[in-house]
């Protein structure tokens, strides 16, 4: 089991793979999606820029709680 903590809806979080931090907006299981959201992982994120912006979408499973110096959009 994954002990690992990641963040969940409403929180800031890292994306790894943009190198952006953004606020969860949701997750869901890639299956469930009617859209190509282009993530090859099992659950997908959906963050959006603390100040608001363009949603993008990553792999959930990769999130983390950002650190300083992590970049912001």
């Known amino acids: 089991m994954n002990s690992i903590r990641r963040p969940v809806t409403g929180?800031?979080?890292y994306d790894p793979a943009s190198g952006r931090t953004g606020v969860v907006q949701a997750v869901h299981a890639a299956d469930e999606?009617?859209?190509d959201h282009q993530v090859t992982a099992h659950r997908v994120a959906f963050l959006r820029p603390e100040r608001g912006g363009?949603?993008?979408t990553a792999d959930a499973t990769a999130?983390?709680?950002?650190a300083q110096g992590d970049r912001s959009y």
Request: avoid cysteine; glycine fraction near 0%.
């Open 11 to 13: 929180q800031m979080a």
């Open 33 to 35: 999606l009617l859209f």
């Open 54 to 56: 363009v949603e993008w």
């Open 63 to 66: 999130l983390r709680f950002p």
